[in-house]
């Protein structure tokens, strides 16, 4: 064989067809989409990229050609508004010269908000320590036979088929297995019909955070103390020698959404308080709180020790004793002693000087 048909055939080689790195396909925002939302798919190949071609269900479609943005690797196809008629499976391929590339792996679309939003929540709360195991549950008072789930940032889940505990109603669990850092995020669900590209509304959102990330906890202190009236004001002051962006407060056992404070700082310490105002027995209960950080929202300190309130029903004694006990001119005014100093509250400074009330059982 010649030197020349070697070199020929060397070349030719270089230039079989599907033998060009497959590109990637992906969807903004995301590839479930509200009805009537625009949305955009990327393509993205190679530099030497000379042409894009979209396909969708196997079939070409009317934008499907397009040539490559600046710098070349990749382009865009834009959806003005997604309705039925976008959804469906799409790959995606190039044009280098001499051949085409393989196709992208495949990207389904979705449209979603065509019924109503189902709910999501997790049985463990939304505060959550590595190595514990994560369910998330999606569950509907319409009948749907199937649920997605999906995290903030494109991650989208395998799909769960829809279980029906009771007539009209649907569940599906999502077992995401051991935490890590990874599962903090902000999840939503959607339900589905079988046969059917289309999904509901999203549900509202649900944060999951993972404590323990970062470095020692904070403090939780109450204020006048942990054993109030009904109808008294409490401040829950919680705070740190390190770096702290938010301070988060949970309540034990509680459904309600996580109170969010911006940290304030004054003599080295980072702080933040929540008042109670007036106090009822709901907000009874144990709290603990956490801090986290702007660049890692969803990553949290080490819970602090827990303070558990107690709210008496009798609200006539308590108050007076506070105002009595070692000559005090209001628990109001000592608070306002404390912030004009510009310092927080530091352990057992709190209690130092905070006169003993009755329990509830001898308030009269």
Same mark, same amino acid.
């Given at each position: 064989?010649?030197?020349?048909?070697?070199?020929?055939?060397?070349?030719?080689?270089?230039?079989?067809?599907?033998?060009?790195?497959?590109?990637?396909?992906?969807?903004?925002?995301?590839?479930?989409?509200?009805?009537?939302? !625009?949305?955009?798919?990327?393509? $993205? &190949?190679?530099?030497? #990229?000379?042409?894009?071609? =979209?396909?969708?269900?196997? @079939? +070409?479609?009317?934008?499907?050609?397009?040539?490559?943005?600046?710098?070349?690797?990749?382009?865009?196809?834009?959806?003005?508004?997604?309705?039925?008629?976008?959804?469906?499976?799409?790959?995606?391929?190039?044009?280098?010269?001499?051949?085409?590339?393989?196709?992208?792996?495949?990207?389904?679309?979705?449209?979603?908000?065509?019924?109503?939003? !189902?709910?999501?929540?997790?049985? $463990? &709360?939304?505060?959550? #320590?590595?190595?514990?195991? =994560?369910?998330?549950?999606? @569950? +509907?008072?319409?009948?749907?036979?199937?649920?997605?789930?999906?995290?903030?940032?494109?991650?989208?889940?395998?799909?769960?088929?829809?279980?029906?505990?009771?007539?009209?109603?649907?569940?599906?669990?999502?077992?995401?297995?051991?935490?890590?850092?990874?599962?903090?995020?902000?999840?939503?669900?959607y339900g589905g019909h079988n046969l059917s590209s289309e999904w509901?509304?999203?549900?509202?959102?649900?944060?999951?955070?993972?404590s323990e990330q970062l470095s020692d906890g904070p403090s939780l202190?109450?204020?006048?103390?942990?054993?109030?009236?009904?109808?008294?004001?409490?401040?829950?002051?919680?705070?740190?020698?390190?770096?702290?962006?938010?301070?988060?407060?949970?309540?034990?056992?509680?459904?309600?959404?996580?109170?969010?404070?911006?940290?304030?700082?004054?003599?080295?310490?980072?702080?933040?308080?929540?008042?109670?105002?007036?106090?009822?027995?709901?907000?009874?209960?144990?709290?603990?709180?956490?801090?986290?950080?702007?660049?890692?929202?969803?990553?949290?300190?080490?819970?602090?020790?827990?303070?558990?309130?107690?709210?008496?029903?009798?609200?006539?004694?308590?108050?007076?004793?506070?105002?009595?006990?070692?000559?005090?001119?209001?628990?109001?005014?000592?608070?306002?002693?404390?912030?004009?100093?510009?310092?927080?509250?530091?352990?057992?400074?709190?209690?130092?000087?905070?006169?003993?009330?009755?329990?509830?059982?001898?308030?009269?």
């Amino acid at each position: 064989m010649t030197p020349t048909l070697t070199a020929l055939l060397c070349l030719a080689s270089d230039f079989l067809p599907g033998t060009l790195p497959k590109p990637t396909l992906w969807a903004e925002p995301d590839s479930m989409i509200t009805w009537g939302s !625009p949305a955009t798919i990327w393509c $993205q &190949g190679t530099l030497d #990229a000379k042409e894009y071609r =979209l396909e969708k269900d196997g @079939r +070409s479609v009317p934008w499907d050609t397009q040539k490559p943005l600046e710098p070349g690797n990749k382009a865009k196809y834009n959806i003005p508004s997604m309705t039925h008629h976008y959804t469906g499976k799409y790959r995606c391929y190039y044009y280098s010269p001499y051949r085409w590339s393989e196709s992208s792996d495949p990207l389904e679309l979705v449209v979603t908000g065509v019924s109503r939003k !189902p709910s999501l929540l997790t049985p $463990q &709360g939304p505060v959550l #320590a590595p190595g514990q195991t =994560l369910t998330l549950q999606c @569950r +509907s008072d319409v009948g749907y036979d199937r649920f997605a789930l999906s995290q903030e940032g494109g991650h989208v889940f395998p799909q769960c088929p829809g279980q029906h505990p009771q007539a009209g109603l649907s569940q599906a669990d999502f077992h995401l297995g051991l935490v890590s850092s990874s599962h903090g995020g902000r999840y939503r669900c959607y339900g589905g019909h079988n046969l059917s590209s289309e999904w509901s509304a999203p549900s509202d959102p649900l944060d999951i955070l993972i404590s323990e990330q970062l470095s020692d906890g904070p403090s939780l202190l109450a204020h006048p103390g942990s054993m109030v009236a009904s109808g008294e004001n409490v401040t829950l002051l919680c705070q740190s020698g390190s770096v702290m962006d938010t301070f988060l407060l949970t309540k034990e056992g509680a459904a309600d959404p996580l109170q969010r404070h911006r940290s304030k700082y004054t003599s080295q310490r980072y702080w933040s308080e929540f008042s109670m105002s007036p106090v009822t027995s709901a907000h009874g209960g144990t709290y603990r709180c956490y801090g986290s950080l702007n660049t890692s929202p969803y990553l949290l300190s080490l819970p602090s020790d827990p303070v558990e309130l107690v709210v008496s029903a009798q609200r006539v004694s308590s108050g007076l004793c506070l105002r009595r006990a070692l000559g005090w001119d209001g628990v109001r005014g000592f608070w306002g002693r404390l912030s004009q100093r510009g310092s927080p509250l530091r352990g057992q400074e709190a209690n130092r000087g905070r006169p003993r009330c009755p329990t509830p059982s001898h308030i009269t």
